[in-house]
């Protein structure tokens, strides 16, 4: 028997396998296909306070081993949420987390707020990354000083532990994970995805209606591996790993550069299963190595 | 939905660019409805890496059917798959094509623009079951195009051709075709699927003439299951015009509920 339980300090997880943001909807559109409770946990679709329509349709473009969205956090609003979803969440035993979007800092702090007054929710995910609210996909997590601030007003309100979500389309990735290390987030989280576009050659028009999007899948997992581990060297809180994740193999990987967890984002729309099918690789993987407890592989990386 | 993840195929037919599917998959068969999709992985590697939404064309005890047409890569290795290969496939998804009682006895127009043909078969058989008489309206750009047509023709309902450059039945677009039948005809409904613009045409027809009627409408899809926002497009529904989802909302919509062309956000 593996123990593949992961302690972050302020949660503790069953296993390291995380449902990523985005790509998991609410958690219930997956509850047919396996126990969700079997997860280590799941991040839920972005929230900002109110309901947002989100991008100009064609949002999809699917590149080599790679998919460019440009949703621009479509969704219901966490008032929404917290009455018609949260309650059967809260009642699952696994970790769910909520990821929390803002037009500006106060809204990520009233999101924050609100979220806090109701039970079931494992911790926030602060995401300061995605790319496509603002023009040019600009967002809190290009600045040292604006993650700071907003993670700080976060913190200012809520109880809840925070695990702040990095965008990797920034000079030094390293700067501003330590900015939010810095302003109290308990855990950080990378990456989401990296800016990116497409063309119609015929039309010589965008493919994605917002013109520009996000790029994840196998296309970015070396990036993302590599910002991991200099993310990890740098900061003392836990990280968790995000990236083109499909196999057990890519998620060891991640945890062998620092990751204390990792997300699976994309892969579970190619397999719905595939969060179960990478607890298993691993569960497989370490019992081929004699290796008790999954936490020994954290940081192993031999250089 | 029920997840019925892997069907076996039983039998291929091919016509150049067209595919014919029959698989084995009981639970499909038994549950699912005209106008509902599955999504079935084309790869083993992640290049192409999303599934594809491919259409009911049957379902028999069983069996089901699927008709598709070479679209691009992903399409291209769907149709490389032999007899005795095993599909991995997710469905029934998504909401289809609404047969009412009323329908009993009447006449009901079917148009399907290529391979928008794909789900018009299973809705036939399902309209004729409820005592309908469905009219096969089947458009293409050329003769090629229509490899189903004997196939419809032999299920014993009305069938229409319509090919851009005459070589086969009516010479020009299906639409046009469609508008001179409503001349001297007058339906209770028209349910269809294909290209959007040939869609956006039909609907257009349909509230001059005071036919309702319900389209099927295709996006890329992320995942198939609601869970991604990827696959939307703006309806009007309940005094709102909201972006609804294609795979979960949808696929079929009904005729005012769709706006065509949008232009801006918001
Ligand atoms: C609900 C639904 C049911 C469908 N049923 C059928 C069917 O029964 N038979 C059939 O032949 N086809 C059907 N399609 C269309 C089919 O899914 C696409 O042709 C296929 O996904 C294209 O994949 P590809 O890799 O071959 O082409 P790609 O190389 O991915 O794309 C080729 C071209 O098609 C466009 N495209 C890609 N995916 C889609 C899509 N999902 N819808 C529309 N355009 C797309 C691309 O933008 C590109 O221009 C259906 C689509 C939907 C949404
Ligand atoms: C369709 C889609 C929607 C996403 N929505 C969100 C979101 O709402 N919030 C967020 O923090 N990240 C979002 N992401 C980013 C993912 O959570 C993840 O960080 C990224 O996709 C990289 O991981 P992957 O390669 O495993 O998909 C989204 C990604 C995709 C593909
Ligand atoms: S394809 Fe993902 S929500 Fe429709």
């Known amino acids: 028997m593996v123990d593949l339980s992961v302690d972050l300090g302020f949660l503790k997880l069953k296993n390291p396998v995380l449902a990523a943001s985005g790509t998991f909807g609410y958690g219930l559109e997956f509850k047919p296909f396996y126990d969700l409770e079997l997860l280590g946990g799941f991040v839920v679709k972005g929230l900002y306070f109110n309901p947002r329509e989100g991008n100009l349709p064609p949002r999809l473009i699917e590149t080599p081993s790679g998919l460019i969205n440009s949703i621009g956090l479509q969704g219901i609003g966490v008032e929404a949420f917290c009455r018609e979803i949260l309650p059967e969440l809260a009642e699952l035993d696994t970790a769910v987390i909520v990821n929390v979007c803002g037009e500006d800092e106060d809204e990520y702090a009233r999101v924050a707020e609100y979220l806090s007054r109701f039970k079931g929710i494992a911790a926030l995910e602060l995401n300061i990354s995605c790319p496509n609210v603002r023009e040019g996909g600009r967002c809190p997590a290009q ?18 532990p925070l695990i702040t979500k990095l965008s990797p389309n920034v000079t030094d990735i390293v700067s501003i994970a330590i900015a939010a290390e810095e302003a109290g987030s308990e855990a950080i989280s990378l990456v989401n995805t990296f800016l990116a576009m497409a063309v119609d050659i015929e039309t010589r028009k965008p ?24 993310v990890a060297r740098a ?16 998620a060891l990987e991640f945890m062998m550069v620092g990751a204390s967890a990792i997300e699976v984002g994309t892969a579970n729309f190619v397999d719905p299963d595939a969060c179960l099918r990478i607890i298993q690789g691993m569960e497989k993987w370490a019992e081929n190595h004699g290796i008790k407890n999954i936490s020994e592989i954290i940081g192993s990386l031999k250089i | 939905m029920v997840i019925d993840r892997k ?6 037919q091919d016509w150049d660019d067209y595919f014919l599917f029959r698989l ?9 409805q005209p106008g509902q999709f599955i999504m079935i992985k084309v790869s083993e590697t992640t290049n192409p890496l999303l599934r594809r939404p491919i259409s009911l064309h049957n379902c028999t005890g069983r069996e089901v059917e699927i008709f598709f047409q070479i679209a691009g890569k992903g399409t291209r290795l769907l149709s490389q798959k032999k007899a005795g290969d095993i599909l991995d496939i997710l469905g029934p998804l998504g909401r289809g094509f609404s047969i009412k009682n009323e329908f009993k006895g009447k006449e009901i127009f079917c148009v399907g623009g290529g391979r928008g043909i794909a789900p018009l078969y299973y809705l036939a058989r399902e309209l004729s079951a409820a005592g309908a008489r469905p009219v096969i309206f089947y458009g293409g750009r050329t003769s090629a195009d229509l490899p189903l047509k004997s196939r419809f023709e032999q299920a014993d309902w009305e069938v229409k051709v319509s090919t851009d450059d005459g070589s086969l039945g009516f010479s020009g677009l ?7 039948e409503l001349r001297h005809r007058t339906p209770t409904f028209l349910f269809a699927c294909g290209p959007e613009a040939m869609m956006e045409k039909l609907a257009e027809i349909c509230r001059k003439e005071n036919l309702p009627a319900e389209f099927s409408l295709e996006s890329i899809m992320g995942c198939g299951l609601g869970a991604c ?15 609804l989802k294609i795979c979960q909302d949808g696929p079929v919509f009904s005729r005012d509920e769709i706006v065509w062309q949008e232009k801006e956000n918001g």
């Open chain 1, 143 to 160: 600045s040292s000083d604006a993650t700071f601030r907003t993670v700080k007003k976060v913190k200012e309100v809520t109880p809840l």
């Open chain 2, 174 to 180: 299906v639409t046009s075709l469609v508008e001179s």
């Open chain 2, 24 to 32: 084995e998959s009981p639970e499909i068969a038994r549950l699912s």
């Open chain 1, 207 to 230: 493919k994605l209606g917002n013109v520009i999007g996000g790029l994840s899948g196998p296309a970015i997992k070396p990036i993302a591996l590599r910002m991991v581990f200099q």
């Open chain 2, 229 to 243: 926002w990827g696959c939307v497009k703006k309806i009007r529904r309940n005094g709102e015009t909201k972006y």
């Open chain 1, 235 to 250: 900061v003392k809180i836990p990280v968790i790993g995000i990236g083109g994740i499909f196999t057990a193999e890519d």
């Open chain 2, 7 to 12: 069907a076996r195929i039983i039998e291929v």
